[in-house]
């Protein structure tokens, strides 16, 4: 009797895991820009929950067999950070730069992390000596 499995194993992309991991530090550092860069309260809060959907989206993009579509709420958000600052009226100037680098950080690690894909190992271990019956053994000894 012929044993014909194939031993699979699935492999993050490496190119996922980095983009979400820098995705998940800008979500920290948005957060906490909140408390040091804001002058506004809209900054400030904007800020808080734009680091905080950051860090989900990326940590929920760094399981294996994620729906890309995590990535892609990335990148919707980083398109909003690069228009906040004139929608809500930001008065500082550093924290009216600081959401534009880190929305075009999200962007393109959104675009890297969207488009990644994990790769599947197959191996036959037919071709094993351990997946061989007694009989088959008995046979080749």
Partial sequence: MENTSLATRNMMSPQKQVASTLNLLLGIWLFIAGFTLAVRPAGMWNDFVVGVLLFIFAAARMG????????????????????????????????????VAVGIAAIILAIIAGTARDRFIGRDITATADSRTMTEHHRAA
């Fill in 64 to 99: 294996r067999n994620s729906n890309p579509a995590w990535s892609w709420a990335n990148f919707v958000l980083g398109i909003w950070l690069l228009f906040a600052p004139n929608a809500l009226g930001f008065s500082s100037a550093s924290s009216r730069w600081n959401d």
